[in-house]
């Protein structure tokens, strides 16, 4: 059993050199280049797989629905995804030993804790993109469940709570629930005041609910300018709103002091900013409300005792497995220590296609058909990319979201 149990261990310590992160490259690599089609045939076929990997390539299948415009098709991936990340943790015994005995990657994957809160905010955006507010408000507050299970399990240290509040803000002022917008942009602002655009947001969403001696304490509080308070009051029923997804979020490599543990590395992007142009209206550039990369990289860290802790268990298994073999044959036994060693790497599994920041834009605008012009800016506010044009149609009283992403 133990010779056998060698040869398998052989067998995936040759053939597995590749990566999560090598493995999806080209379907990233295709998203970039506009091919949506061969992204998303890859895709679709990886997450069909009923295997250890299948949540993985759920997430990022789903974002690159989202990113080639198919809002409908990424909400339902998305489901099927949050439904498996919730599933009982169940793992065939191969699939524990292999996991022990050789590496992390042998297991299911059963998401990060920022992936799984996350989740439910995309497919939120989804459901706002069709306006379908009622939606996105049920997973707005499937995020607020599992920030409750994960407070009750002593699970504290996470960074997406005042992102689903703002969400839970801009689904209510959508929705024209104003009094309910301003509370939920209150709570936003109050978890993360570093965001000028949520503090603006949240006067909007006072001064609309006519909370009047609320909004004048704010006023104070903020400072805006008079531009800003001028705007903020000026009634104005047609909007349309266009939340920015910017740029790659951070990817995870092996950690320099300790290769079997992944850490999360910043991915450069040109672009930085969104600028929209429409005729009668000023430019407008976009606000961040979010910074993606940074909430993933501070939950990772915050999980990494439990990752070490679980690959101590391991490197004392293997020395247990080794000793027993060494008791039969010491060749033998030195071999499968060697082989169970060198298989050890850091689980580089992650939802890769994320955004590194979410940014907001707002565009008063008459009722009627409007055509938006989307220029990307680099740090420098120069023009780095032009993205498709925006032709939205408002009626009276309406206020529209749309989705964009930049992957340069």
């Not at 890859?42 to 690159?64: C, I, P, W």
């Not at 994957?109 to 507010?133: M, P, S």
């Not at 939950?299 to 005792?305: G, I, P, Q």
């Not at 027993?324 to 044959?329: A, L, N, S, T």
Request: hydrophobic share 40%; proline share 3%; charged share 25%.
């Amino acid at each position: 059993m133990i010779k056998k149990f060698l040869l398998v261990a052989t067998v995936i310590f040759i053939s597995g050199c590749a990566t999560y992160q090598s493995t999806i490259t080209p379907a990233r690599d295709h998203l970039v280049g506009g091919r949506c089609p061969e992204a998303l045939k890859f895709l679709e076929v990886e997450s069909a797989k009923q295997n250890g990997d299948q949540l993985v390539y759920l997430l990022d299948y789903g974002t690159a629905l989202q990113i080639c415009g198919d809002f409908k098709k990424s909400s339902q991936v998305f489901i099927n995804a949050d439904q498996l990340s919730e599933q009982m943790d169940y793992h065939s015994a191969s699939r524990v030993a292999g996991a022990t005995l050789l590496n992390e990657e042998m297991i299911q994957y059963k998401g990060d804790t920022f992936e799984k809160l996350f989740i439910n905010a995309v497919a939120a955006l989804n459901y706002l993109e069709l306006g379908e507010t009622d939606e996105a408000l049920v997973e707005v507050r499937r995020i607020n469940e599992k920030f409750r299970k994960l407070q009750s399990d002593d699970k504290k240290k996470f960074e997406l709570n005042p992102f689903s509040q703002y969400l839970s803000g801009l689904i209510y002022e959508l929705d024209h629930r104003y009094d309910d917008a301003c509370i939920s942009y209150k709570s936003a602002y109050q978890l993360d005041p570093t965001y000028r655009g949520i503090a603006l947001d949240m006067l909007r969403g006072c001064w609309l609910a006519r909370r009047t001696q609320e909004f004048d304490l704010m006023v104070k509080e903020i400072g805006p300018t008079a531009d800003e308070l001028k705007k903020i009051k000026t009634k104005n029923k047609n909007e349309v709103l266009i939340v920015f997804m910017q740029g790659w979020g951070p990817r995870k490599a092996p950690r320099s002091d300790n290769h079997l543990a992944p850490y999360l590395v910043p991915v450069t992007s040109i672009t930085r900013r969104l600028k929209a142009e429409v005729a009668g209206v000023d430019s407008i550039i976009s606000e961040p409300v979010y910074d993606v990369e940074q909430a993933a990289i501070k939950t990772l860290n915050d999980d990494y005792a439990s990752l070490v802790t679980r690959r101590i268990g391991s490197r004392v298994a293997k020395e247990v497995i080794a000793d027993q073999v060494r008791q039969k044959d010491q060749l033998l036994g030195n071999i499968a220590w060697l082989v169970m060693v060198a298989s050890e790497r850091a689980d580089l599994r992650q939802w890769s296609t994320l955004p590194q920041t979410i940014q907001l834009i707002r565009i008063p605008l008459l009722a009627g058909t409007h055509k938006i012009k989307l220029t990307g800016l680099d740090s420098a506010n120069n023009t780095s990319e032009a993205l498709p044009e925006l032709e939205v149609k408002t009626g009276p009283g309406q206020k529209k979201l749309y989705v964009v992403r930049s992957l340069k």
